[in-house]
């Protein structure tokens, strides 16, 4: 009879500690995909690419900026470079755009998200960029870091340390300082 009670109890037992699980299906996209928006060569269309969504730290972000991971889930900007060696994409939209992504190029003072608000931030894909302020151009091809001198912007990659961690792509078009330019954003 005490056999029978300890059985019953440990069954009792395991029934108030299962787990439901939920899952959903994987979407297969290969061997290839792309953008569905359209290639312009005089506007330097067809940006697209992979996103993850982040929360704001304290920073209004803005669209073309390059943010780096800054605690759980939240990401930030910054002028400190050693920051950037957590480098996290650049800003595409967020909850001030309803959670779209840019597909033009982005005015100024297009702003993506205000403190802890969700952000929207490519990894890889075509973009658009803040040149910083100093940058005297960057050519078409070169490759870009995190700028040190307008927290956000981009600037062109200049030491061997800045491939390790914190060149985050290549520009499509030449930029100018104070410009949005297209650039490939490839996040190691």
Known sequence: ??????????MAVSAFAAVTTTYKQVKTLGPYYNTTEKYD???????GGEIRIWKN????LFVGDVVYVSANNTVRKSTTLALYNTVAGVVVGGTK????GVTSIPGATDTAALASQQVLVMTR????????????????????KPS???AGASAAKST?????YRAFGRMIDTGIASTRVLAYINVK
């Open 148 to 150: 040190i001198y307008v």
């Open 97 to 100: 755009t309803s959670m779209s």
């Open 1 to 10: 009879m005490k056999k029978l009670g300890l059985i019953l109890f440990v």
């Open 160 to 164: 061997a340390i800045d491939s390790f």
């Open 41 to 47: 060569a005089t506007t330097g269309g067809q940006a």
């Open 57 to 60: 730290g304290v920073d209004t």
């Open 125 to 144: 894909g075509r973009t658009w960029v803040r040149v910083d302020t100093v940058a005297a151009g960057i050519s078409a091809g070169a490759e870009i």
